[in-house]
């Protein structure tokens, strides 16, 4: 079975960081974008992150820039998002996302990021 | 970033067809293909759409079309596992960024 799996979310102070990690398994990860996507309690679904396959390209919302970077490890089918200077905002569940540009295929469970303020 | 439009909430009886409305503009959904997703109860996203294509393990009552700056998703023969809500998403060559609409809920009364 095709599966994401997401680590590394938590309780973390207003300003603090975390880094979140996205691994794959049972299908070639590196033929793939891969973004992260949170939802806020009670919201709808917001893009955070993309990167290309080969790593060349990455995009970020405006509310992260500056503060998120994406990085993957293609040889480990790994995925990472450090995330910096956090904000009560940054508060939801966040998805690892598998696909193209345009959609996504694949989704993990998610794994929940709280910022305490 | 700005967001695709849906409407906020569909229902329908056991059977029913019923389409859903993702509409953007020729930045987004105008350029590139879309996918849906359907998410219950505020589980993990799963695909039903990825672009023209049924996602694995999708019933084909569900299918997608696209018009212009319009996307749609129509489910026909709505059953009572059906009711979830459903987000439309594409990339936006404008903003340089990956769009989601606002969400439609679907109910099955």
């Known amino acids: 079975e095709v599966r994401l799996v997401e680590s590394g979310g938590g309780l973390v102070q207003a300003g603090g960081s975390l880094r979140l990690s996205c691994e794959a398994s049972?299908?070639?990860?590196?033929?793939?974008?891969v973004s992260w996507v949170r939802q806020a309690p009670g919201k709808g679904l917001e893009w955070v992150a993309n990167i290309k396959e080969g790593g060349s390209e990455q995009y970020y919302v405006d509310s992260v820039k500056g503060r998120f970077t994406l990085s993957r490890d293609n040889a480990g089918n790994s995925l990472s998002l450090q995330m910096n200077s956090l904000r009560a905002e940054d508060t939801a569940v966040y998805y690892c996302?598998?696909?193209?540009?345009?959609?996504?295929?694949?989704w993990g469970q998610g794994t929940v990021v709280t910022v305490a303020s | 970033q700005s967001a695709l439009i849906q409407e906020a909430s569909v229902s329908g009886t056991v059977g029913q067809r019923v389409t859903l409305s993702c509409s953007g503009n020729?930045?987004?959904?105008?350029?590139?293909?879309v996918g849906w997703y359907r998410q219950i109860s505020h589980g993990a996203p799963k695909t039903v759409m990825f672009g023209n294509s049924l996602a694995s393990g999708i019933p084909d009552r569900f299918s997608g079309s696209k018009s212009g700056t319009t996307a749609s998703l129509t489910i026909s023969g709505l059953q009572p596992e059906d009711e979830a809500d459903y987000y439309c998403?594409?990339?936006?060559?404008?903003?340089?960024?990956?769009?989601f609409g606002t969400g439609t809920k679907v109910t099955v009364l």
């Open positions: 998403s594409t990339w936006d060559y404008s903003l340089s960024a990956h769009v």
């Open positions: 049972r299908f070639t990860f590196s033929n793939y974008w």
């Open positions: 020729s930045n987004n959904i105008g350029t590139y293909a």
């Open positions: 996302g598998m696909g193209s540009l345009y959609a996504f295929d694949i």
